[in-house]
Nanobody, 124 residues
């Protein structure tokens, strides 16, 4: 049974930082493309950042230069370091695992497994 459990969300002031973590189990983590998605109220879920099994990264334009995705295959854990947070970054953030290559998910195709999300709130 695949489980993805996010943590690290919370309330932060604009300009601040948060680090999200995602603990994975029940899958061969090192072989999976991994991603962070977010969904704000009234908006569609969108890919924020992704990382391939080989460590290649992808970032949505709206987070480039501010967010960093990384993975620790020894710990089966995915991270998202979020700096210079803006009010518009407030959303539920979801960890996801994909069985295909990372590029498969750039255009909106959903990954295979999902966590329940962690809430990020940014006060201005």
């Amino acid at each position: 049974q695949v489980q993805l459990v996010e943590s690290g969300g919370g309330l932060v002031q604009a300009g601040g930082s948060l680090r999200l973590s995602c603990a994975a189990s029940g899958l061969t983590f090192s072989s999976c493309a991994m991603g962070w998605y977010r969904q704000a109220p009234g908006k569609e879920r969108e890919l924020v950042a992704g990382i391939s099994s080989g460590g290649i990264t992808y970032y949505a334009d709206f987070v480039k230069g501010r967010f960093t995705i990384s993975r620790d295959n020894a710990k089966n854990t995915l991270y998202l370091q979020m700096n210079s947070l803006k009010a518009e970054d407030a959303a539920m953030y979801y960890c996801a695992a994909g069985l295909g290559p990372l590029s498969k998910y750039y255009s909106g195709r959903r990954m295979n497994y999902w966590g329940k999300g962690t809430l990020v709130t940014v006060s201005s």
